[in-house]
Structure formats: C-alpha cells, structure tokens
C-alpha cells in the first residue's frame, strides 16, 4: 500500500507563502495514474479537502482557497506540490496528501503543520 511523506510546513505571517511537498512510496510509473488530494485539519475541526490533481493532471480547489493555492505533480519524482500564497490565519491546519479513491483513507501519513499567525 501507498505511503505518503508530508513535508515543508512552517510558521509564517499572514498574507505570507509556502510550499509544501508530498512524496510517494510507489514507483514513478505506479505514482503517474493515481489522482492526489491535499487535505488539511485545523484543530477541533474534521479533516477536510483541500486541492485534487488527477492523474492527467486536472485541478480542483476548494472554494477557501481558490485564487490562492495550486496544486501542481512531478511524476518523474513521484512527488506532489501544494504552492500557497496570502496565507490566512484560518490555513492554519496539519495538511496531509493522499491517493483519490472511491471509499476514504484507511492511513495517513504524519502530515505536515502549517501556522499562520503575526
């Protein structure tokens, strides 16, 4: 089974960036027909989504981010990015990649923590 390493979290100020990155366990050949989802978790909150690229690599975001975070793929590094920009104190969340599938995530990765706050 897939695993999935999070990385390039941070503390940054409001209106401020990051990327984060997601590694994949699989090979570069697996890796290029999954479609990927970037989620996130902010405290007391459940986990919800945030950005889908398939594995052609079509888009959709989640109406809080649109116009601020892209999602992009290396699939030549098995790895999928999460560029975001003008962060708000309410991107404040652990953000976790995983595969698309029909039924949810049975494991997670570590997830990577983002903070906004001045």
């Known amino acids: 089974q897939a695993q999935f390493v999070e990385s390039g979290g941070g503390v940054v100020q409001p209106g401020g960036s990051l990327r984060l990155s997601c590694v994949a366990s699989v090979t570069k050949i697996i890796f290029s027909t999954y479609g990927m989802r970037w989620y996130r978790q902010a405290p007391g909150k459940p986990r919800e989504m945030v950005a889908d690229i398939g594995y052609r690599g079509s888009r959709k975001y989640a109406d809080s981010v649109k116009g601020r975070f892209t999602v992009s793929r290396n699939n030549a590094q098995g790895t999928v990015y999460l560029q975001m920009k003008n962060l708000e104190p309410e991107d404040t969340a652990v953000y976790y990649c995983?595969?698309?599938?029909?039924?949810?995530?049975?494991?997670w990765g570590q997830g990577t923590l983002v903070t906004v706050s001045s």
């Open positions: 995983n595969r698309i599938t029909t039924t949810p995530p049975s494991t």
